[in-house]
């Protein structure tokens, strides 16, 4: 027999409170040129998120080594956009103690984030650590976004198709100085972004062979042309509407004429569908 409502419809939320220890992150401001708001209003917003819960989960991962414990005593609880006073957002990590009434461990988190942020930063890592294991040679080889020797497990399975060490690792040096630039300076010496401009290339190639674009660069960037749209690929941290350094060069090689658009390489890699719709 079919259900048929018969009344108003009302909505409701199941909510399961906890009581426990909470800490909140975010970067305390934004560098030229960069965009680290969750809920920017392109295609590119889902890539910055991905950089926050990236950089959490590799965080975790840090605090969990150091402390001997299992990662998931520690949750990573949510994500939010706060206004700095600026006028610029950013994103806003929330963890917490998994058990109720707290363990401790985001709390010793909170007095040793100096440590725990010089770890996930550190361009010499010691063999064996969290970071070591990220950046290695034969890691960096076969894992172009997140796999299971790295950021992927079986209970964070919801967010397997956000997660990407390399934008993780950019997202911590950020929050570790105000002048990290994720390459846009030009700098593409940190281990997260050796390679990403011949990776930027090969998507683009593979972008254009699969949806007819024509191959094109844009001074030191690889871009493609779609009819009069002239397309430029950026890193998921490059802020598009505010553009400063190697993207400003590139916007001052394209036809000055003709639509400038842009695309991040993480939609890119993860839903070239989707990232073609978004030129429409």
Not at 24 to 47: H, K
Not at 54 to 73: C, K, M, Q, T
Not at 168 to 174: C, I, N
Request: glycine share 8%; proline share 6%; aromatic share 10%.
């Amino acid at each position: 027999m079919q259900f048929t409502a018969t009344g108003q419809t009302e909505r409701v939320a199941i909510a399961s409170p906890k009581t426990t220890d909470v800490l909140r992150v975010r970067p305390s401001e934004v560098p030229l040129g960069m965009c680290l708001d969750p809920l920017f209003p392109t295609i590119q917003g889902s890539a910055v998120k991905a950089a926050y819960y990236s950089g959490a989960f590799i965080l975790r991962a840090i605090a969990a080594d150091r402390l001997d414990i299992d990662p998931e005593e520690i949750d990573i609880s949510n994500l939010r956009a706060i206004p700095l006073e600026a006028g610029d957002f950013v994103g806003e990590l929330v963890l917490s103690d998994h058990l109720a009434n707290g363990a401790g461990f985001t709390r010793w988190i909170s007095e040793n984030w100096g440590t725990i942020l010089a770890d996930g930063v550190n361009l010499l890592p010691p063999r064996g650590s969290v970071i070591f294991n990220l950046v290695r040679e034969a890691h960096k080889i076969r894992c172009d976004s997140s796999c299971y020797d790295c950021l992927r497990q079986y209970r964070n399975m919801n967010y397997h198709g956000l997660l990407d060490w390399r934008l993780g690792l950019a997202m911590l040096r950020v929050f570790a100085s105000p002048v990290a630039l994720s390459g846009l300076d030009g700098n593409f010496s940190a281990p997260e972004l050796d390679g990403w401009a011949g990776f930027a290339r090969t998507l683009r190639d593979s972008f254009c062979l699969s949806f007819g674009c024509v191959p094109r660069d844009f001074g030191p960037l690889s871009g493609c042309t779609i009819g009069t749209k002239q397309i430029i690929f950026i890193h998921p941290l490059w802020n598009s509407l505010r553009p400063s350094y190697v993207l400003a060069e590139a916007i001052a090689a394209a036809d000055q004429g003709s639509e400038i658009r842009f695309l991040d390489t993480f939609n890119v890699l993860r839903r070239p569908s989707r990232a073609y719709q978004a030129l429409a």
